[in-house]
């Protein structure tokens, strides 16, 4: 069984950037592919990018290249997501999650963190 | 890119009732589609792989149906912890992404 656990809540102002962890247990992070996805207020749930064990890289959507980092340590199961240059937008809840037993799926996720962007 | 369209926004059902929720894919994902379950402040649970699997725990009034671009989760006897916000999602091989549809809100009636 994994579980995901991620760091607490952060308040972050305009232009900043936020550094979010995920700890894995149960398994190690080199068995999984970890993805992140986020959810502003009210709103519905956005991909933000993960690690493709077909092609051995991390792959990011469109709307975040430049701006979003995933990295992992796998000497402590850790994996991040660091986002930059933050606004008011990038106010939501971020989640990591993984396919540890399926494709294509999220079968575990974290129990998010509040990112709140706030001058 | 391929983009998914729930139906309804919200549907308003009473307990006991049955649920029909749509979701359509811009183009074909096979039968490469999930649902989640998502109650407030909680993380997203899966439903339902592969359109009609259900995933490891999930009682059997919930049903995934669908393949190609018209897919359908249905909960045969809603139970009053049924009430949430449902999602469904695919992965696409190119470019290579994973997208969600914008839910739909099951509110008791």
């Known amino acids: 069984q994994v579980q995901l656990v991620q760091s607490g809540a952060e308040v972050k102002k305009p232009g900043a950037s936020v550094k979010v962890s995920c700890k894995v247990s149960?398994?190690?992070?080199?068995?999984?592919?970890m993805h992140w996805v986020r959810q502003a207020p009210g709103k519905g749930l956005e991909w933000m990018g993960g690690?493709?064990?077909?092609?051995?890289?991390?792959i990011y959507a469109q709307k975040f290249q430049g701006r979003v980092t995933m990295t992992e340590d796998t000497s402590t199961d850790t994996a991040y997501m660091e986002l930059s240059s933050l606004r008011s937008e990038d106010t939501a809840v971020y989640y990591c999650?993984?396919?540890?037993?399926?494709?294509?799926?999220?079968?575990?996720w974290g129990q998010g963190t509040l990112v709140t962007v706030s001058s | 890119e391929i983009v998914l369209t729930q139906s309804p926004a919200t549907l308003s059902l009473s307990p006991g009732e049955r649920a029909t929720l749509s979701c359509r894919a811009s183009?074909?994902?096979?039968?490469?589609l999930a649902w989640y379950q998502q109650k407030p402040g909680q993380a997203p649970r899966l439903l339902i792989y592969?359109?009609?699997n259900r995933a490891t725990g999930i009682p059997a009034r919930f049903s995934g149906s669908g393949s190609g671009t018209d897919f359908t989760l249905t909960i045969s006897s809603l139970e009053p912890e049924d009430f949430a916000v449902y999602y469904c999602?695919?992965?696409?091989?190119?470019?290579?992404?994973?997208?969600f549809g914008q839910g739909t809100k099951l509110e008791i009636k």
């Open positions: 690690f493709d064990p077909e092609d051995g890289e991390t």
């Open positions: 999602q695919q992965r696409s091989n190119w470019p290579r992404m994973y997208t």
């Open positions: 592969d359109a009609s």
């Open positions: 999650a993984t396919p540890a037993e399926l494709v294509g799926v999220f079968d575990y």
């Open positions: 183009q074909s994902v096979s039968s490469y």
């Open positions: 149960g398994y190690t992070l080199t068995e999984l592919s």
